[in-house]
């Protein structure tokens, strides 16, 4: 049936069915819109309320600025100590460097107190077997040594009975020369026998000086064979090599194996530590501090390996020669330290402190607190004229500040202005200074400086720290 148009009996046309359509478009469109519009007015109010909390937060810290607009420390009691700071090293109190005095080899090492072989750290006795050197020429040299002694002897000995037999032939003689004068030259006796007989008594007579002399040569021999047989020994001895002090090992220079060769200096085989329950510490210290140090001053240094342990010692002695580095002058101070704890061993590097002078019990300031001056529009106001006054007569007070007895200012805070008061400072270790005064005491408020955004808010950033891309871009 087809559709008609609209008549005037009210009958509906197609037009009349798709009329609808563009109505429903109508009304999404509408709630699209005030969605969009219902987020502006959220995002707005967002910003609205951050701006608030951001003016909130400034003038909080603007007030907190104008209310402490000071940087300030506490008067603090305690103990002051002046020293002079320099670094030396701990050393043994007494060292025997043992040397071999023979060339040889190092054949084997003798045995600590402890049964164990001598080796780093061995405590050995006086006489202790530290090592042994191949002494096979050094015997046979004493071997040799020893037959001369009994070949000299033995020509001692021969001497003597030679003598003996010249001694006998001069008493035949002198028998035969006694008959021959009592005879004489005659007819019995030919003058040629007469003068041989006497010859013979003579040569006899002679002869028996030579014995004799021959005696004093073979005995000669011997206390020179026995010399040399001596000094074979000795240097068969040096093949054993043996502690001459008690102590510790504290370095052993050689090993199983090695030659060690004699010449005009004795090669260095241990290093023995005589007591290590008393140790020194030399010390370097610069000729602009040298006057101060003097023997029995109480010291007290550091090592690395006990952090956080303080020893003590004094000043033993200054020694005289100086060195002289870059131009640098030092000498070197010896202190002595007890040790018998063994806590420090040898060769540490020692951090020393020279008590010149000590306070105990008294208030300290920083330093900071009495260098420090406040402009003229940080006074107190019914006070800025004097101050003013003050130091445009007086100049900076401040210069005097790090002499002992001096007068000196420190500030106090009063609201968002200072007003000073006059302390005597005494004795100052380069960072804090004694201070004494009326109205001084202990915790009371100084104050050192201004707070600025530097001091105040450090900037913490490490620019070592990755930088992340941001949302919707990349880290540049």
Not at 190 to 206: M, N
Request: glycine fraction near 8%; proline fraction near 5%.
């Amino acid at each position: 049936m087809a559709l008609q148009p609209k008549g005037c009996n009210g009958e509906k046309t197609m037009a009349d069915h798709v009329e609808p359509k563009p109505e429903m478009t109508s009304s999404s469109d509408h709630d699209y819109g005030r969605r969009r519009r219902w987020v502006r007015r959220l995002a707005a109010t967002l910003v609205v309320l951050g701006l608030i909390a951001a003016a909130t937060a400034w003038y909080l810290r603007r007030g907190d600025a104008l209310i402490t607009p000071f940087q300030t420390v506490q008067v603090s009691r305690g103990d002051l100590l002046v020293s002079i700071s320099a670094t030396g090293t701990v050393e043994p109190e007494e060292v025997i460097d043992v040397g071999a005095q023979v060339a040889g080899q190092i054949m084997a090492f003798g045995t600590d107190v402890n049964g164990k072989t001598i080796d780093y750290g061995s405590m050995v006795e006086n006489g202790t077997v530290l090592a042994r050197i191949d002494d096979s020429v050094y015997s046979a040299d004493a071997a040799q040594a020893e037959a001369q002694v009994q070949s000299a002897r033995a020509s001692v000995q021969r001497a003597q009975a030679d003598l003996e037999q010249l001694k006998a032939k001069l008493r035949q003689a002198e028998r035969d020369w006694d008959r021959a004068r009592k005879l004489g030259p005659s007819e019995a006796l030919s003058q040629a026998s007469y003068d041989a007989y006497q010859s013979a008594y003579e040569t006899a007579k002679a002869n028996v000086a030579i014995g004799e002399a021959a005696i004093l040569q073979a005995k000669a021999s011997v206390i020179q064979a026995e010399a040399s047989q001596r000094k074979a020994q000795r240097n068969l001895g040096y093949c054993t090599i043996k502690s001459p002090v008690k102590g510790v090992i504290i370095d052993r220079r050689v090993n199983i194996g090695q030659t060690v060769v004699a010449s005009l200096n004795a090669p260095s085989l241990f290093l023995i530590a005589k007591d290590l329950t008393r140790m020194q510490v030399w010390v370097a210290v610069n000729e602009a501090d040298i006057g101060k140090i003097r023997p029995g001053q109480p010291v007290t240094f550091t090592v690395d390996a006990f952090p956080g342990e303080t020893f003590r010692g004094e000043v033993g002695k200054v020694r005289l020669n100086a060195s002289m580095t870059q131009n640098v002058v030092t000498y070197t101070v010896e202190i002595t330290t007890d040790n018998s704890k063994g806590r420090l061993l040898p060769y540490l590097t020692a951090n020393v402190q020279f008590e010149l002078d000590r306070r105990s019990d008294v208030l300290t300031i920083p330093n900071a607190a009495l260098r420090w001056r406040p402009s003229v529009d940080l006074v107190a106001p019914d006070i800025r004229e004097a101050i003013a006054n003050r130091a445009a007569r007086k100049g900076a007070e401040a210069r005097d500040a790090g002499n002992p007895s001096s007068r000196s200012l420190l500030w106090v805070a009063d609201g968002n202005y200072v007003r000073p008061i006059r302390v005597r400072s005494g004795m100052s270790d380069g960072i804090n200074t004694e201070v004494e005064g009326e109205g001084v005491s202990e915790g009371m408020i100084i104050v050192t400086g201004l707070q600025t955004p530097e001091n105040t808010q450090p900037d913490t950033k490490n620019p070592f720290t990755p930088q992340f891309p941001r949302r919707g871009g990349r880290a540049r």
